[in-house]
T-cell receptor
Framework: DSGVTQTPKHLITATGQRVTLRCSPR?????VYWYQQSLDQGLQFLIQ???????AKGNILERFSAQQFPDLHSELNLSSLELGDSALYFCASSVGDLRGTDTQYFGPGTRLTVL | AQKVTQAQTEISVVEKEDVTLDCVYETRDTTYYLFWYKQPPSGELVFLIRRNSFDEQNEISGRYSWNFQKSTSSFNFTITASQVVDSAVYFC????????????FGKGTRLHILP
């Protein structure tokens, strides 16, 4: 158990809908990262937050947004869902950011299926 | 352009053999970070190592070792005396400091360790 929790584990929804994925980092970790893994796109980095502020941005679509709350948990909001958004969404956390020496710890992922 | 190439799509070796996974990257930046991640059949992601561009020392962690060579833009990963538990997909990734730390992943190498 990495200590990073993600809810829900599975999510099935329809095109056009909006969903929210939640991530709770390990205790003491200030950074939260979001990744998407799909058969078409492979593994992609979406976004990183550090202590509530956006720190790095990857291939995150405009239909997607994220935030990190004062208690350091993070939410990834996906709207106007399309079939191609079906993927495994991972969250990770670390004490510092990617330029540091800390280990990243990953959650088990949320599998999103868009029908 | 920022790019990571893992030319070996799939590798099979017999247990106890040594195996090297190749990673070649492209970057115009002088400051960048390289990563390796493991994804076992269970699906979770595991962070293995981070290396910054100013540290060309090879790294050894148990049976795992990494060879960073800036001259050939490579960051190869070797497993010594492989074990069945090493069977996984391994991803190499690159982050450039001047590109807002956006992380780019290779397509991964699927490693089968045969008993």
């Amino acid at each position: 158990d990495s200590g990073v929790t993600q809810t829900p584990k599975h999510l099935i929804t329809a095109t056009g809908q909006r969903v929210t994925l939640r991530c709770s980092p390990r205790s003491g970790d200030l950074s939260v990262y979001w990744y998407q893994q799909s058969l078409d796109q492979g593994l992609q980095f979406l976004i990183q937050y550090y202590n509530g502020e956006e720190r790095a941005k990857g291939n995150i679509l405009e239909r997607f947004s994220a935030q990190q709350f004062p208690d350091l948990h993070s939410e990834l909001n996906l709207s106007s869902l399309e079939l191609g958004d079906s993927a495994l969404y991972f969250c990770a956390s670390s004490v510092g950011d990617l330029r540091g020496t800390d280990t990243q710890y990953f959650g088990p992922g949320t599998r999103l299926t868009v029908l | 352009a920022q790019k990571v190439t893992q030319a070996q799509t799939e590798i099979s070796v017999v247990e106890k053999e040594d195996v090297t996974l190749d990673c070649v990257y492209e970057t115009r930046d002088t400051t960048y970070y390289l990563f390796w991640y493991k994804q076992p059949p269970s699906g979770e992601l595991v962070f293995l190592i981070r290396r910054n561009s100013f540290d060309e020392q090879n790294e050894i962690s148990g049976r795992y070792s990494w060879n960073f060579q800036k001259s050939t833009s490579s960051f190869n990963f070797t497993i010594t005396a492989s074990q069945v538990v090493d069977s996984a997909v391994y991803f190499c990734a690159l982050s450039e400091a001047n590109r807002d730390d956006k992380i780019i992943f290779g397509k991964g190498t699927r490693l089968h360790i045969l008993p």
